[in-house]
Structure formats: structure tokens, C-alpha cells
């Protein structure tokens, strides 16, 4: 294996260290290497914190002379909440950079490379490129549309129905894929459920992990009229993270009065689409609040909706050894498909052995 590819493998592990900490920044993980030795190693840990670049240079001190350092995003060249990256790795007198991806962000978009090589530093860039940037899907789709990634999560049985005719659907997967669900939520900004989901389950929508304390996403219910009943669960409860009722203007006054007083509660207000709430708008108005990542554990209408407006980005089916049959209810019941022309095709799948179950995941 080439080093440059051994040594940015070492990156990306280090940046997955702080996967869910640093949005809407970033995973970036560096490593300092000098005559096939690792000097240092860093990651960025959350947002406003040091970047991953900075603190292996510290590390190193002085020795970071004539090292090659690796790094799976571009360096910045501006001020944000730190200062600029570059101009420490230029004082740093390192001989060779070697960067994963280009940042997208326009502030940064090649510009770090160019003050690089103007300053004499060697710069190697798109090692494990793709790696990189799947790494930071969301990170990307945030700067380059301004809405969060949706993920949607679908637990179903093998001929792909999600609940008995009578809406029974605990537990059609296994212990293990649920605890897998709670570590997706620990991962990302934000979850959403329908306002039906939450009159028929009442969940919480919290993180529960075995031996490690999850942190709780943002959970976003989408509710057009506010029918929802000020007593559930998710609209009660004692969590650092806030509850967000996505609605619009049909919804009663009085009871967005009631729920105003609700503590760690907020309305979103979105546009009305023929009846239904405007899901981009919600999408564009959840970019404009930092969400830059989105995991919808609703039904089968509300997955529909996104993939049938293709504002999903990426699908995860937890498959279990089970079948339902007729009478069910499939997990995608209102897609609209005038031909086989027309279908849904996902890329990219992998599939992965979760206790009993089987995940399978691909991108639109």
C-alpha cells in the first residue's frame, strides 16, 4: 500500500472519532508524518474547537520541519471561529501536504492549496477523494444546497412491509438493529416523524445507548394543522435538545399559543403545498438553522413524500427474517411510478449484517 494512502486511511479513522460533534463543521482528522514515522496525530472534536490540522502541529513543535503532513480536507485560509490553518502549516516549514478533498465552501474552495504551493509547500490533493467526501456528505450538501442530507430509516420485514394491517410494528427488527438506530441518532443533527407516528407510538424520539451516553438530536414533527396533542411525549420532556413542530399557516392559533409555552419548544411555520406542508421549505429552513444532517424514522407516507419530491438523499432498510404477507402495510405505499422508466433506482448499496438483520443502504 502507498504510504499517501496508508496514511490518509489513518485520517479518516481519526475524523470518524467525532462523528455527530461537529456539525454544521466538518470530520477532518491530519497526521504528521516524517521519514515513514508518525510525528503527531489530530482531529477536529467539535465546532469552534481546534482544527485537525492545528492540533497535530502542536503536537510536533519544532520536528514538524520538512514532514509531510496528511489531512482529509483542504486547510483554510480565513478566519472563522479559529484563525487560519494555512499560515500555521506555512510556519510550520512542512515540505508536503497531501489533502483528501477540496472544501467546498466557497470562503475556502481551492485557495488554501494555492497559498500552499505559492509559499513553496508540495501539495498532493484527492487522496482517497471519494472516501473523503462521503465521510462529510452532510458537510457538503449543507454548503453546496443549504439543506441538511436526508437519510430516510426504514425497519422492515423481507417482503417489505413495516407494520400489520392494524399499524402493530413493535419490533419487527431485532434489539441490535434498534440499538444501531439510537447510535444513527447520536450521529446526526436532527430526527423527524410525522405527526401520525407520534398519536400512534407517542415515542420520545431520545437517544438510548447500552454503556455510552448518546446525545439527543433535534426531533422535528411534521404536523400541517397543529393536531397534535400538547400531552405527548416529545413534547414534554427533559432533554438538552429542542422539539421543533414543522406547520403552516392553516394551523390553529390557539393551539400554537399552548404549545409557545411549552418549554424547549419551537414552531416552524413552512409553506402550504396543494394541502400538505412544503417539505423543501422545511428542508431550506432547517439549512438555515445548521442542520446539515437529517434522519426521517417516519411511516411509509411520510418516506414517500420525500423520495416521491426526491429530497431524500439516501435510504437505510434494516431487514429482518420475517414475512407479513398480504393485508400488511409496505414500507413505500404511496410512491408515484407511471412506468418502469420512471422507477427510483438506488446506487452505491452495501449491505451489512445487524444481529438477526440484515441493513441495506444506497443513495438516490
Same mark, same amino acid.
Given at each position: 500500500?502507498?504510504?499517501?494512502?496508508?496514511?490518509?486511511?489513518?485520517?479518516?479513522?481519526?475524523?470518524?472519532?467525532?462523528?455527530?460533534?461537529?456539525?454544521?463543521?466538518?470530520?477532518?482528522?491530519?497526521?504528521?508524518?516524517?521519514?515513514?514515522?508518525?510525528?503527531?496525530?489530530?482531529?477536529?472534536?467539535?465546532?469552534?474547537?481546534?482544527?485537525?490540522?492545528?492540533?497535530?502541529?502542536?503536537?510536533?513543535? #519544532?520536528?514538524?520541519?520538512?514532514?509531510?503532513?496528511?489531512?482529509?480536507?483542504?486547510?483554510?485560509? #480565513?478566519?472563522?471561529?479559529?484563525?487560519?490553518?494555512?499560515?500555521?502549516?506555512?510556519?510550520?516549514?512542512?515540505?508536503?501536504?497531501?489533502?483528501?478533498?477540496?472544501?467546498?465552501?466557497?470562503?475556502?474552495?481551492?485557495?488554501?492549496?494555492?497559498?500552499?504551493?505559492?509559499?513553496?509547500?508540495?501539495?498532493?490533493?484527492?487522496?482517497?477523494?471519494?472516501?473523503?467526501?462521503?465521510?462529510?456528505?452532510?458537510?457538503?450538501?449543507?454548503?453546496?444546497?443549504?439543506?441538511?442530507?436526508?437519510?430516510?430509516?426504514?425497519?422492515?420485514?423481507?417482503?417489505?412491509?413495516?407494520?400489520?394491517?392494524?399499524?402493530?410494528?413493535?419490533?419487527?427488527?431485532?434489539?441490535?438493529?434498534?440499538?444501531?438506530?439510537?447510535?444513527?441518532?447520536?450521529?446526526?443533527?436532527?430526527?423527524?416523524?410525522?405527526?401520525?407516528?407520534?398519536?400512534?407510538?407517542?415515542?420520545?424520539?431520545?437517544?438510548?445507548?447500552?454503556?455510552?451516553?448518546?446525545?439527543?438530536?433535534?426531533?422535528?414533527?411534521?404536523?400541517?394543522?397543529?393536531?397534535?396533542?400538547?400531552?405527548?411525549?416529545?413534547?414534554?420532556?427533559?432533554?438538552?435538545?429542542?422539539?421543533?413542530?414543522?406547520?403552516? #399557516?392553516?394551523?390553529?392559533?390557539?393551539?400554537?399559543?399552548?404549545?409557545?409555552?411549552?418549554?424547549?419548544?419551537?414552531?416552524?411555520?413552512?409553506?402550504?403545498?396543494?394541502?400538505?406542508?412544503?417539505?423543501?421549505?422545511?428542508?431550506?429552513?432547517?439549512?438555515?438553522?445548521?442542520?446539515?444532517?437529517?434522519?426521517?424514522?417516519?411511516?411509509?407516507?411520510? #418516506?414517500?413524500?420525500?423520495?416521491?419530491?426526491?429530497?431524500?438523499?439516501?435510504?437505510?432498510?434494516?431487514?429482518?427474517?420475517?414475512?407479513?404477507?398480504?393485508?400488511?402495510?409496505?414500507?413505500?405505499?404511496?410512491?408515484?411510478?407511471?412506468?418502469?422508466?420512471?422507477?427510483?433506482?438506488?446506487?452505491?448499496?452495501?449491505?451489512?449484517?445487524?444481529?438477526?438483520?440484515?441493513?441495506?443502504?444506497?443513495?438516490?
Amino acid at each position: 500500500m502507498h504510504p499517501d494512502i496508508r496514511f490518509m486511511k489513518r485520517a479518516l479513522l481519526l475524523a470518524e472519532k467525532a462523528r455527530g460533534r461537529t456539525s454544521p463543521n466538518p470530520l477532518v482528522g491530519a497526521v504528521v508524518v516524517k521519514n515513514g514515522q508518525v510525528l503527531a496525530e489530530g482531529y477536529h472534536k467539535k465546532a469552534g474547537g481546534a482544527h485537525a490540522e492545528i492540533e497535530a502541529l502542536k503536537k510536533c513543535g #519544532h520536528k514538524a520541519k520538512g514532514a509531510t503532513l496528511y489531512v482529509t480536507l483542504e486547510p483554510c485560509p #480565513h478566519y472563522g471561529r479559529t484563525p487560519p490553518c494555512v499560515e500555521t502549516l506555512i510556519k510550520s516549514r512542512l515540505s508536503r501536504v497531501v489533502i483528501g478533498m477540496m472544501d467546498p465552501n466557497p470562503l475556502v474552495r481551492g485557495k488554501g492549496i494555492r497559498l500552499l504551493k505559492a509559499r513553496g509547500v508540495k501539495v498532493r490533493v484527492g487522496v482517497l477523494q471519494e472516501e473523503c467526501e462521503r465521510q462529510n456528505e452532510s458537510y457538503v450538501k449543507w454548503i453546496v444546497h443549504q439543506r441538511p442530507f436526508v437519510i430516510l430509516k426504514v425497519a422492515a420485514t423481507l417482503d417489505g412491509m413495516v407494520a400489520t394491517g392494524q399499524g402493530d410494528s413493535k419490533w419487527v427488527t431485532s434489539v441490535e438493529a434498534r440499538q444501531h438506530v439510537h447510535q444513527m441518532r447520536d450521529q446526526v443533527d436532527a430526527i423527524l416523524i410525522g405527526v401520525n407516528t407520534v398519536v400512534r407510538d407517542d415515542p420520545r424520539l431520545t437517544t438510548r445507548m447500552i454503556g455510552k451516553k448518546g446525545r439527543d438530536p433535534i426531533r422535528i414533527i411534521v404536523d400541517g394543522t397543529l393536531y397534535i396533542d400538547p400531552q405527548r411525549k416529545v413534547l414534554n420532556l427533559k432533554s438538552k435538545a429542542p422539539t421543533w413542530l414543522a406547520t403552516t #399557516h392553516e394551523a390553529n392559533p390557539v393551539k400554537i399559543e399552548e404549545i409557545k409555552k411549552k418549554k424547549n419548544v419551537d414552531i416552524l411555520t413552512c409553506r402550504d403545498q396543494n394541502g400538505r406542508l412544503d417539505l423543501k421549505d422545511l428542508l431550506i429552513q432547517l439549512g438555515q438553522r445548521g442542520v446539515a444532517s437529517l434522519l426521517v424514522e417516519g411511516g411509509p407516507a411520510i #418516506h414517500s413524500s420525500f423520495i416521491n419530491e426526491r429530497l431524500a438523499d439516501k435510504v437505510m432498510i434494516y431487514y429482518a427474517p420475517k414475512l407479513l404477507g398480504g393485508g400488511a402495510l409496505s414500507m413505500f405505499n404511496s410512491l408515484r411510478v407511471a412506468s418502469l422508466k420512471h422507477l427510483f433506482v438506488l446506487r452505491g448499496l452495501k449491505a451489512t449484517p445487524i444481529g438477526d438483520d440484515m441493513l441495506l443502504e444506497g443513495y438516490f
